[in-house]
């Protein structure tokens, strides 16, 4: 078995120790940086969140190997960089105003940084100039808005249209998910994705990042 | 601590038993089988030819609940242990011997072919919350004369578990005992390892037919478990009290408790039963009645009471189709069955008074009897005290979600159902397609058979199999038994 597939396969199975290891390994071995991360990280990944979704694995399996590739990210980064490839976002997170309820909001901060994302947690009854000033203070690429009553659900319309004003929105991505959430909604109030649940925020962050 | 309920204090059970007596030794048991009136007979019952009444004595009682075995166990067909039928412990059956099976595609509710049997085994061999198969339907496209023995046959040839059956003749036990020795090899491997457990009713009130009764002397002259299936019928062929009609259902089975021990002491069985409350509006035996499921409980307790492992027809329900009724009639019975510790529970997949079988119902109940299981296995400490160091941990952390503590328990703790049952929330349930209950059930159902593994007997013991089942089908005028493969 080639260096990239021991590599991958510690990724899946969560073994954060092996894959800085092996990381190293194929660095000294001369692989291209990109080249592990897609193939051995990426390619990785992709296995964990299909058997994730066919109910092979579960949530902490799937954290497991989000931490076990990030050990691996911290050895690839700075070659990355180097050869001018990024591979990190910043994602700030929080339940908007009026709202106390924030338990899906701090699921999908665990799963956002085992997956390798800073992530600004603004925690609970954020309001729409807070979400704003923090993306820009700290140069975000993603809002990531949670709201368990359709009460608050409104205030998300507000913090898009916040940005506009401010001539920011472009430079943003805006997530949305809560229970009364759904994916009409966040096109109506012209947020860029619902996510349904932790994992798919990832999902959705890893498209926005890459896209970035 | 494993939870239980009790719905008899044991000076009642000590009561219903004693009048129970009185009725076997005062009343008496009609008895249509010569043999059995002969065996009776020969220890002491007085026996009146005439009327084919058998009056038991205290002493045929006594001795027959002293021979009985406490417990015993089931072996698939490989010859490993299944089931364990002792103590507190909880097995799960599907229903038997329905006569329709409801068709998923039509919704209609039709007789079943040899094919929907096979289908039926295949599925049974991947649901590993079902210990035992049992013969589920009745095929109609066999003669009828080898519906019994035919069911067994395909049990055998696709699914490995043990099999809860039963013969509609007498002479069909002939080649269902001879389907078990070709499996078992010996009468003394069959009678060590018992791969079958024969279900033999009693007719209400205090009957025994030639049928029943000779199938009774026939398992135990070689050591087939026999459950004992009196069916009383509150109101109607046995006391409207729920205490009236447990103490027919007690006379009834020790009837048959004592006809196996006589023939043949230490022979297994089962304190079984299909008591029913009769539904006086529908004229209907409703098996999803909360007083049947209490009569299912109390009989249970009593046959504990005597030192007897215990089986019920609960867990099982009267809708007509895989709706909210089958649903909560299902789970209530094997709730309940549960809680009261009986060993084999019969009925998974079952609809409609016990004649209607679906697949798509015994995939969901797979699910129940997961959970129920989970239920009885009760909650326990798991390296919880002291409690100081995991809350440390969950605030340094922030939370458990991959913790050492998490990971090594998560599987024991919390059982995480199959595709059939929906946890997802309502946006990804919408994704993946809003599909309903049925749906999802009739894909699962799919995809186990599509898995199926052939059995693990050799090509020797399959082709004595079918060799048998041929020859006992030519002997009922069929040429050649319907296309299974």
């Known amino acids: 078995m080639d260096t990239l597939q021991q590599l991958s396969e ?20 001369g692989c291209e940086p990109k080249t592990i991360l897609d193939d051995a990280l990426v390619g990785g990944m992709a296995v964990v969140g299909y058997k994730f979704k066919k109910h092979e694995i579960f949530l902490p399996h799937v954290l497991l190997a989000a931490k076990a590739m990030h050990a691996g990210m911290d050895l690839l980064k700075p070659l990355l960089v180097k050869d001018g490839i990024p591979t990190i976002g910043k994602v700030v997170t929080g339940t908007v105003q009026g709202d106390q309820h924030d338990i899906g909001k701090n699921l999908v901060g665990i799963m956002l940084k085992g997956a390798g994302f800073e992530v600004v947690d603004l925690g609970r009854d954020v309001s729409p100039e807070k979400f704003l000033d923090a993306a820009v203070s700290e140069k975000a690429i993603v809002i990531g808005m949670s709201a368990l009553l359709t009460t608050t659900m409104p205030v998300m319309r507000k913090v898009i249209a916040l940005a506009h004003e401010r001539n920011v929105r472009d430079q943003l991505k805006f997530i949305v998910g809560g229970a009364p959430m759904s994916k009409e909604y966040a096109q109506k109030i012209g947020a860029d994705a619902y996510c349904y649940d932790a994992v798919s925020a990832v999902e959705c962050v890893k498209r926005f990042i890459g896209a970035h | 601590m494993r939870p ?18 009185e009725l076997l030794c005062k009343l008496g048991v009609e008895i249509h089988n010569d043999a059995v009136l002969a065996l009776l007979g020969d220890h002491s019952a007085r026996i009146d030819n005439a009327t084919k009444r058998a009056y038991f004595t205290p002493d045929i009682i006594d001795r027959s609940l002293q021979a009985a075995p406490d417990s015993f166990r089931l072996y698939d067909s490989l010859g490993n242990e299944a089931v ?53 339907m009745v095929p109609a496209d066999v003669h009828e004369m080898i519906s019994d023995s035919y069911r067994l046959y395909l049990s055998l040839m696709f699914c490995e578990k043990p099999v809860v059956t039963g013969a509609f003749t007498i002479e069909a036990f002939e080649i269902m005992k001879e389907l078990q020795l070709a499996v078992r090899g010996s009468e003394k491997e069959l009678a060590e390892c018992p791969l079958t457990i024969f279900s033999c009713c009693p007719t209400a009130p205090l009957k025994w037919s030639n049928v029943t009764s000779q199938n009774v002397i026939d398992c135990a002259r070689y050591s087939i478990p026999v459950e004992y299936i009196s069916m009383p019928l509150s109101g109607f062929m046995a006391p409207i009290t729920l205490v009236g009609s447990l103490v027919q259902h007690t006379a009834e089975t020790l009837s048959g408790l004592a006809i196996s021990q006589l023939s043949n002491p230490g022979s297994p069985v089962l304190y079984g039963g299909s008591p029913a409350v009769f539904d006086v509006r529908y004229e209907t035996t409703p098996m999803g009645d909360i007083g049947t499921m209490m009569m299912d409980c109390a009989y249970s307790e009593i046959g504990k009471h005597l030192g007897l492992p215990t089986q019920a027809y609960i867990g099982l329900s009267d809708a007509k189709l895989l709706d909210a009724q089958a649903g909560f009639e299902t789970s209530m019975g094997a709730t ?12 998974p997949g079952m609809l409609d008074f016990e004649s209607c079988f679906s697949l798509e119902k015994l995939v969901l109940d797979n699910e129940i009897c997961a959970m129920v299981k989970r239920m009885v296995a009760g909650i326990e400490p798991k390296e919880d005290f002291p409690s100081l160091p995991r809350f440390e941990e969950l605030l340094r952390e922030e939370h458990l979600l991959i913790s050492e503590h998490t990971m090594k328990y998560l599987k024991e703790e919390v059982y995480l159902p199959g595709p059939t049952i929906d946890r997802a929330n309502r946006s990804r349930w919408q994704e993946e397609g809003s599909r309903t209950l049925g749906a999802r059930a009739a894909e699962q159902v799919e995809a186990l058979v599509t898995q199926h593994q052939p059995v693990g007997l050799s090509e020797t013991v399959l082709g004595d199999l079918t060799s048998l089942m ?6 009922h005028g069929m040429s050649r038994l319907p296309e299974i493969r």
């Open chain 2, 4 to 21: 239980t309920v009790r719905f008899l204090s044991d000076q009642l059970i000590e009561q219903i038993i004693a009048e129970a007596r």
């Open chain 2, 470 to 475: 041929e020859t006992e089908a030519r002997r």
């Open chain 2, 84 to 136: 364990d039928l002792s103590d507190m412990n909880v097995n799960f059956t599907p229903g038997s011997s329905a006569i329709n099976i409801l068709d998923h595609e039509s919704q209609h509710s039709r007789r079943p072919t040899s094919k929907d049997y096979v289908k039926y085994t295949k599925l049974m061999a991947s649901l590993e919350h079902i210990a035992s198969q049992s013969t589920a």
């Open chain 2, 336 to 347: 309940l069955a549960a809680l009261s510790g009986i060993n084999n529970i019969a009925g």
């Open chain 1, 10 to 29: 510690n990724m899946q199975k969560g073994n954060a120790d092996q894959v800085a290891r092996l990381t190293q390994q194929a660095i000294d071995e």
